[in-house]
């Protein structure tokens, strides 16, 4: 199987390229800039790695050309977050969270579209709780969640007739360098043991690609078996 993967540099995204090569599947992994371009190249050697920024979805125009033959699944992990309430959010905060988390991912899809009909493949967003339901400074973030969750509805509604199934995976809050970064910002301490363990997400998104061609899972939620509070 040929997999493209963004976020692949750490938490969710790492694990689950580090799944999928030691299975000794395919990787085409895309990186911001060539430094960590390089960097994945020295912990994925057999992966094709392209240059584009998601913060910038205009560097993923014609990226699809870069990728030869059919693709089996788009793995949409990477994303940021930056929380404050709406009072104090700033623009580029704003933009940032949009582009990376919603505007790219539908860029990259589209680039990607042709080698995913070919294959009858399957696109998987990462999205969120906070995608589900928005709390208090998580505006910015959970409207580009919020986003994402339609994109994928829209999408799927369009590609059924090509046969590429589309699925969304919203985990709760998952021990990542993400979640240590919003703690940080919410002023409270990090227990990565409190949270949902990133091999479970990753268990959960390969359930979703390994399915038998007659069937699909549109959504699932992955969340702790004692419920926690927080996104």
Excluded at 31 to 57: H, I, K, M, T, Y
């Amino acid at each position: 199987m040929k997999h493209v993967v963004t976020g692949a540099g750490s938490g969710i995204g790492l694990a689950l390229a580090r799944r999928l090569a030691d299975r000794g599947d395919d990787l085409v992994l895309v990186a911001r800039d060539e430094g960590r371009a390089a960097e994945l190249a020295r912990s994925f050697p057999r992966a094709q790695v392209l240059v584009a920024d998601l913060a910038d979805p205009g560097t993923l125009n014609g990226l699809g050309r870069q990728v030869d033959g059919p693709v089996d699944t788009v793995l949409h992990v990477a994303g940021v977050v930056e929380l404050a309430p709406v009072s104090r959010l700033r623009l580029a905060d704003w933009e940032e969270q949009i582009a990376v988390n919603l505007t790219a991912p539908a860029v990259l899809t589209r680039e990607l579209l042709p080698h995913l009909r070919e294959s009858g493949g399957t696109v998987v967003f990462v999205n969120s709780s906070a995608g589900l339901s928005a709390g208090a400074e998580w505006s910015a973030y959970a409207a580009s969640k919020f986003g994402l969750r339609a994109l994928a509805d829209s999408l799927r509604a369009e590609e059924v007739e090509h046969g590429v199934r589309v699925s969304t995976v919203y985990p709760s809050r998952t021990a990542t360098p993400m979640q240590e970064k919003v703690h940080e910002q919410e002023g409270r301490t990090y227990d990565a043991s409190r949270w949902i363990s990133v091999d479970t997400v990753v268990d959960t998104i390969l359930h979703v690609i390994d399915l038998p061609a007659d069937a699909t899972i549109p959504d699932v939620t992955v969340r702790p078996v004692v419920p926690l509070s927080g996104r």
